[in-house]
């Protein structure tokens, strides 16, 4: 068996595309037949219907998980994508931002969780909620790297300064291997001047840190969630379809030759047969 990368992805600003690229760019690396899980650790569970899951269903979910110690095998959920599974969530995990004060090494209640499943995944992938509370917390302490969605708008690098702190210092006290996986601009819009400015200046500002592809403003993007599907399920050759897939080529080139070679060896080309 291999160990998994995880990835957290986070920013606390709300509406930047974090759910979004999480069911998306899972789908893109189990098309590649890598066997990815998604965490769901965002209260409103978006990342849960989007994946085709009833969150008020539920019967066991990221809380029970985190509060309780509950075994996440009991919590996956399997979804129409062979590869990828899905750690479910709902609003019950609201009460965990209040509960898990009062549990001891708090911080790592979610990478002793997922620890015993790392040899099972080739990536797990953190949908964090658009705060720097104790969850996203503990998505950073769990996580190999942060990828940081940012929305092609005026204020994109506003907060950013704040989320690298927290990087910092996640860094220094509780996860020292954390990176930066990358910086992904959303929402781009190529009819606007603004947009195309907008990607020069973040750019200018993070350098290499920022991904080569950008996704953009895609309707059939925006209508795959409320079907409980992943773009690659609902129009395969949309263009927000093409951009994750692309997406999911730029992370695994940028794999060293020891985690391509140990890590994720059961991974083929990307395409859509679908």
């Known amino acids: 068996m291999t160990r998994s990368r995880t990835i957290a992805i986070a920013n606390q600003k709300g509406g930047v595309g974090k759910t979004t690229t999480a069911i998306n760019l899972g789908a893109s690396l189990a098309a590649a ?8 650790l965002d209260p409103q569970g978006n990342c849960t219907s989007g994946l085709g899951i009833e969150k008020e269903a539920l019967e066991i979910s990221t809380y029970h998980v985190l509060i309780q ?30 509960e898990l004060l009062e549990v001891e090494e708090r911080e790592f209640r979610l990478a002793q969780a997922l620890n015993p499943l790392r040899d099972h995944y080739d990536f797990i992938l953190i949908d964090c909620p658009p705060t720097l509370g104790i969850l996203t917390l503990n998505a950073l302490v769990a996580a190999d790297s942060l990828l940081i969605p940012i929305q092609c708008e005026y204020f994109a690098l506003e907060g950013l300064s ?13 996860n020292p291997r954390l990176r930066i996986e990358g910086v992904l601009l959303t929402m781009y ?15 200018g500002h993070l350098g290499d840190e920022v991904f080569q592809i950008v996704i953009p403003r895609n309707v059939r993007l ?19 379809a093409d951009t994750y897939l692309q997406l999911a080529r730029e992370i695994l080139a940028k794999l060293s030759p020891a985690e391509e070679r140990h890590s994720y060896s059961s991974g083929q080309s990307i395409g859509v047969a679908l």
């Open 33 to 40: 037949d890598l066997r990815v899980l998604v965490v769901d």
């Open 69 to 98: 110690g509950t075994d996440p095998l009991l919590a996956i959920c399997s979804t129409e994508l062979d590869s990828l599974d899905l750690l479910p969530s709902n609003r019950e995990l609201t009460g965990a931002t209040i």
């Open 162 to 174: 704040e989320l690298m702190g927290t990087l910092a210092r996640v860094q220094q006290t509780f």
């Open 189 to 203: 819009d190529e009819r606007l001047n603004l947009s195309g400015q907008i990607l020069q200046n973040v750019r």
């Open 222 to 240: 925006a209508e795959a969630p409320s079907f409980g599907k992943p773009i690659l399920l609902y129009d395969a050759r949309s263009k927000g």
